[in-house]
């Protein structure tokens, strides 16, 4: 056994915590859970501290429950919310509910050991609850003043949009999450992100008031940027662990490009490595930042947690390829669907195969076939300043012809003006 609530203290990631929890755990092995609400068939790095925290938790020696919310997802949590979410239909949450439990099973252990992970669906335990017996087994033990006091409820109600009843009730069907999971499977902590703390306390209250038991609670920092933006999103959205969404090489690239002020916090938060570990990497980062010691660290490790080692190689090969001498034979080696990840986001120029069988000339290339160049003269003077390349290699004159033995997987041509401008252009 470990102390966690020290481990969670030192990484910063430790918000309010109920009095007695820290000599709770410190007791011997305990079960505690968090709820995750499946609004998506995947989770995304917004996600990654209430994963830390059950591994950590699960580290400590205790007892980690996932609970993925089967039933609360078909309500609707207000929490941090200003509009009323959309409800989902129940053959969406399963789906969603199917490939959150593929992605869990990667961070936490859930072999048949003392501490294995649990994974539990609330829609076993709401699925044949009448609503008469919700209002009368739960409903009566929490006042309706004891919910309109939640900050999350009060700030719904102040705003134009006033709550739903649906999304009112909310507390008290987590609440009876707490109260189930305590009862049945001796879950004795929740846990959560700080905006959780008003439906976690509800629970620990419903114990109280049904049965006279004593459950605690403990919530983490909610992750913010250095410059005010949203953690998570980016121009193109949310950054997901499901690599068909988010590939390996832009969830790399996420971390990778950090600001100092968030990979300091970061690398405590999002990595297991020691506190000596972590300040040997700040003495390296600080003694020479424009390495970026740090960001390759954080990059490194949370990538191949969330996906694989071989994915690691592969995103680093791709930056390498972008950014420095990496070479066609790695483009090569990718399908089609990944090279087209990769130059997401940059210009994209559709030209006719039938037009590289006589051969395109240069110049034709870069100012008609896509916009690398503003005309062909501009073209010219380009290429006899050698600041533009096809497929890595300078062109060497601007009658020079590609064909479509140019065509890299007999599909694109790369084209790079001057370091880091791309274009693509896509053989049909």
């Not at 121009?235 to 790399?252: C, M, N, Q, R, V």
Request: charged share 25%.
């Amino acid at each position: 056994m470990t102390n966690f609530v020290e481990e969670l203290r030192w990484r910063g990631m430790l918000h309010d915590i109920m009095p007695n929890t820290e000599e709770k755990l410190n007791e011997g092995m305990t079960s505690g859970y968090i709820g995750f609400d499946p609004t998506a068939d995947s989770l995304h790095v917004g996600h990654l501290t209430q994963i830390m925290t059950l591994i950590h938790f699960q580290n400590a020696g205790h007892k980690p429950y996932a609970l993925v919310g089967g039933a609360t997802g078909m309500v609707g949590d207000p929490s941090g919310k200003s509009d009323e979410r959309n409800l989902q239909t129940p053959e969406m949450v399963e789906h969603n509910l199917a490939g959150m439990k593929r992605q869990l099973a990667k961070f936490l252990k859930f072999e048949d050991q003392g501490n294995g992970a649990v994974m539990v669906n609330n829609a076993d335990w709401f699925k044949n609850m009448n609503f008469l017996d919700f209002i009368r087994d739960v409903g009566k033990h929490i006042t309706v003043n004891y919910m309109m006091a939640k900050d999350s409820v009060k700030k719904r109600l102040e705003g134009d949009t006033g709550m739903s009843f649906t999304e009112f009730c909310y507390q008290l069907v987590q609440g009876f999450d707490f109260y189930y999971l305590w009862k049945n499977h001796n879950c004795m902590v929740q846990m959560g992100g700080s905006d959780q703390w008003g439906n976690i306390v509800t629970g620990t209250e419903l114990i109280r008031r049904k049965d006279s038991g004593t459950a605690y609670a403990i919530t983490t920092q909610l992750i913010k940027k250095a410059d005010g933006t949203k953690f998570g999103k980016t121009e193109s959205g949310a950054i997901w662990l499901d690599p068909e969404k988010t590939s390996p090489y832009k969830f790399y690239q996420f971390w990778l490009n950090a600001s100092d002020d968030d990979v300091k916090k970061w690398i405590r938060i999002f990595t297991l490595k020691s506190k000596s570990e972590i300040e040997a990497l700040e003495e390296e980062h600080n003694a020479a930042p424009h390495l970026r010691i740090l960001q390759k660290a954080l990059a490194e490790d949370i990538t191949v947690k969330t996906h694989s080692v071989e994915a690691l190689e592969t995103a680093i090969k791709t930056s390498e390829f972008l950014f420095g001498n990496g070479s066609l034979d790695f483009l090569k080696s990718l399908s089609e669907h990944q090279v087209m990840d990769i130059f997401e986001g940059i210009p994209q120029f559709k030209i006719d195969r039938s037009e590289l069988d006589a051969g395109i000339d240069a110049a034709t290339l870069l100012a008609e076939k896509s916009t690398v160049a503003s005309s062909k003269g501009d073209a010219k003077k380009l290429i006899q300043g050698g600041g533009v390349a096809v497929n890595k290699e300078k062109i060497a004159e601007p009658s020079q012809l590609f064909n479509a033995e140019h065509l890299l997987n007999d599909k694109f041509i790369v084209v790079q003006k001057g370091k880091k401008n791309y274009f693509l252009l896509i053989a049909e």
